[in-house]
């Protein structure tokens, strides 16, 4: 038994930390970050002052995670976000999807804890910021409710991935908070007072059937009058999570420290809904509804920005400026809401596309008044309009993921902020990065790798001569591409097969992108009318146009409701068929058209199907494609860019297999193997179900062998992007086989990356 006397005061216990790093913050972007920079090898302290990590992503709040793949929405082809934050979604694709938060929680609460170099503070918040003199933070003060405990954390350095940035801002650090005029960056889409400076928070409902009649009390606090919300309309009875994104407020208040009246205001609004739904009359289909659950905290979207040593503007993303020393992208739209929120008579958001992703600086993570200090997440140097593409979750944990590695690259190499940032190490940080499968746009991984000193041969390599006509027959309700990978030289010569309902005429369009690592359809090479009897027709398409360079062409079957296209059952690394149709909830309705001149341009959507849909066109070329070749898993791209970037087997090839050779012993230790698992998917992280737990296209079983032909490492059952083999003992060979199995009947193995240490 535990007996004290009366004492005048007592303080709470208190623990010290010492760290590499301390990371303030357990959403997406700090856990990506923390994760980074432990599998580097230097300890991590990530302090979550919630009981579950993921922020906005957690069963706390249930927004899914997204980023420059726009619901598949816009023209960001292959543009999910590599590195940790894929590693994250495709597990969670693999286990849950369904897409429930609750199961994603331990998904990411498992894969911190099984990183020995990360201290985990679960309901743990930070209250103080200690200098050791004015640009360097010393330690900081945090309280966890949960056990009683002080706890005092010193590092060498700190990373804030808070949201609201409380170490950044205790720091002294300089930061913005709502929306820059026109004028100071010539930024034509910064919004007008009437529109508001500041995006609001949002709470999510969810309901289920249970069967039998349910009755709903509102509380008290719930909304009488559902008419002040002027889209009341909108509402339907099936409607629940974050599909109800719009119901949205606080952009008139100071997101910070008003949050708790605003949580109070989305209460009242949420159960107002509720209310309306289950006892209007409108919805007889709600019946036998119930009120499941209801968030607690609000989804902030916006409130302090902090000022680095570049701040992102609107034109970087429309325009795709470069950067010397970019280390992640953004692509999802500069999507702005009116202040007002659910109470706005305004559609809910101002969504506008760039033409393709575009690179974020690592000057936009950090600001040299505070020498040791990092921000991630939506605390990033961008200007308010720029920030409504950069907040967005999978974008904020890309660049997190370079923080991590910057900061891992900095304790093991003793250097100091200004020594890091320096081109020449920042080149080594790139580097570190393009081999973890984090895609910068524009570079390629050149870390040392000894299959590039190998002479490299293959089981086989598809001979690209088209698709088989052995699908459905596709209806020209919408305009269609097949997108093909084309070199420097004349145009393919292509075979169609069409279905007339009656005498009609198929326009076909040749086109390319203006820009080579863009997917826009824009600019006609050459267009063809062909004149259709009543029946099917095998059609040949033969331009006399060449290209220069590596690159996509689309050939686009225009719309005509009399005319169908027969499809193929084959799928394929790197080539898709794309349709000019529309997706409402990214606001792509088909073509962008922006009302006056707000700096955005004007374009087509060109965009996949979801599976079980989208298929390619069945096609037959006259001259092969040579585009398939096992040199490619050297050349320094770990996904599809301007050309597939690689090596894929013959569909007939029933050992299908890559070998590396060289003319003396190697000593292997580690070898890295980049798969497929089509970064078109965007992998949604709640509400939204997926068809499918594992990529088609990834290769489920391999093995690597010997010169003696030794299995020396094996894996069945994979569905992740990058398998990193380490071996406890350096294999000592002058040959490496990797045999793999394909995914699927109609989708032959492919490879990405070979990387050999």
């Excluded at 299908?656 to 992280?685: A, C, R």
């Excluded at 499918?692 to 994979?718: Q, R």
């Excluded at 350096?730 to 793999?740: F, G, K, Q, S």
Aim: proline content about 4%.
């Amino acid at each position: 038994m535990l007996k004290e006397e009366f004492v005048i005061s007592r303080t709470q216990r208190v623990n010290q930390i010492v760290a590499d790093m301390a990371i303030v913050g357990g959403g997406t972007s700090g856990v990506c970050a923390a994760i980074t920079a432990a599998r580097q090898g230097i300890h991590v302290v990530l302090v979550q002052d919630r009981p579950v990590l993921g922020g906005n992503a957690s069963s706390e709040v249930r927004l899914w995670i997204l980023g420059a793949t726009s619901h598949m929405g816009n023209n960001n082809r292959w543009a999910r976000e590599g590195g940790v934050i894929d590693e994250l979604l495709v597990e969670n694709m693999y286990r849950n999807p369904e897409s429930n938060s609750v199961i994603f929680d331990t998904i990411l609460l498992e894969k911190v804890k099984n990183e020995p170099n990360i201290t985990l503070l679960l309901n743990t918040t930070v209250f103080d910021v200690v200098k050791k003199d004015a640009q360097n933070i010393e330690k900081v003060i945090a309280f966890c409710s949960q056990n009683a405990t002080q706890y005092e954390i010193s590092a060498t350095w700190f990373c804030d991935a808070s949201g609201d940035g409380v170490v950044a801002f205790g720091a002294g650090a300089p930061f913005r908070m709502g929306a820059e005029s026109r004028d100071e960056f010539g930024e034509k889409f910064a919004p007008d007072a009437a529109y508001g400076e500041l995006l609001g928070h949002t709470i999510y409902f969810y309901s289920k059937d249970v069967g039998k009649p349910v009755k709903f009390i509102p509380p008290a606090y719930a909304l009488k009058d559902i008419t002040q919300i002027p889209r009341y309309r909108s509402f339907k009875a099936g409607d629940f999570g974050c599909r109800l994104w719009w119901i949205e407020y606080g952009g008139r208040k100071d997101t910070v420290y008003d949050t708790e009246e605003i949580k109070w205001k989305l209460w009242e609004v949420v159960y107002g809904v509720w209310n309306y739904i289950k006892n209007s009359g409108n919805f007889p289909e709600a019946e036998n509804l119930t009120l499941e659950w209801v968030g607690n905290i609000p989804g902030k979207r916006e409130s302090r920005r902090f000022e680095g040593e570049y701040m992102l503007t609107q034109q970087d993303v429309v325009e795709q400026n470069t950067f010397e020393d970019a280390v992640a992208f953004g692509g999802w739209s500069i999507d702005l809401h009116p202040a007002d929120g659910v109470f706005s008579a305004m559609p809910g958001c101002n969504q506008w596309h760039s033409k393709g992703i575009y690179q974020i600086p690592f000057r936009s993570y950090y600001n040299k008044h505070i020498s040791n200090l990092f921000f991630v997440g939506r605390l990033i140097s961008v200007s308010h309009v720029a920030f409504g593409s950069t907040r967005v979750m999978a974008t904020g944990s890309h660049g997190a993921q370079a923080v991590g590695m910057a900061v891992a690259l900095a304790v093991k190499n003793n250097w100091n902020q200004q020594e890091l940032t320096t081109p020449e190490h920042i080149a080594v940080l790139q580097q570190k990065l393009l081999e973890t499968g984090q895609h910068i746009p524009g570079l390629t991984c050149k870390e040392q790798n000894k299959a590039a000193t190998a002479t490299i041969t293959a089981s086989s390599e598809y001979v690209f001569d088209g698709f088989p006509f052995d699908g459905k027959w596709i209806d020209l309700n919408y305009s269609v591409a097949q997108m093909l990978p084309v070199g420097n030289g004349k145009l393919p010569q292509a075979k169609l097969h069409v279905k007339a309902k009656t005498d009609t005429v198929l326009e076909v369009e040749m086109r390319i992108s203006d820009k080579v690592f863009n997917y826009t359809p824009e600019i006609v090479l050459e267009r063809f009318e062909i004149q259709l009897t009543k029946g099917e027709h095998y059609i040949n398409l033969d331009s006399a146009k060449a290209v220069s360079d590596d690159r996509y062409l689309y050939l686009c079957l225009l719309k005509n409701d009399y005319i169908s296209v027969q499809a193929s059952n084959r799928r394929i690394t790197g080539v898709l068929s794309l349709f000019n149709k529309f997706n409402k909830a990214v606001s792509n309705n088909g073509r962008q058209v922006p009302g006056g001149d707000i700096g955005v341009e004007e374009f087509e959507f060109w965009c996949p199907e979801r599976r079980p849909a989208g298929w390619n066109l069945g096609l037959e070329l006259k001259d092969p494609l040579p585009v398939f070749s096992a040199q490619n898993v050297i050349n320094g791209q770990f996904r599809p860019t301007v050309r597939p970037n690689a090596w894929v087997a013959d569909i007939d090839d029933t050992d299908p297999g890559l070998i590396f050779n060289w003319k003396s012993l190697q000593e292997i230790n580690e070898v890295i193997i980049g798969f497929d698992t089509d970064y078109d998917h965007p992998m949604e992280s709640s509400l939204m179900g997926h068809p499918e737990s594992a990529m088609p296209f990834c290769v489920s079983d391999y093995k690597l062998m010997d010169h003696e032909g030794k299995i020396i490492y094996e894996k069945t059952n994979n569905y992740q992007t990058v398998n990193r083999i380490v071996f406890d003992n350096p294999i000592v060979t002058n040959r490496l086989i990797i045999a793999v199995s394909h995914p699927g009947k109609h989708i032959p193995a492919a490879i990405f990356q070979v990387i050999i240490k």
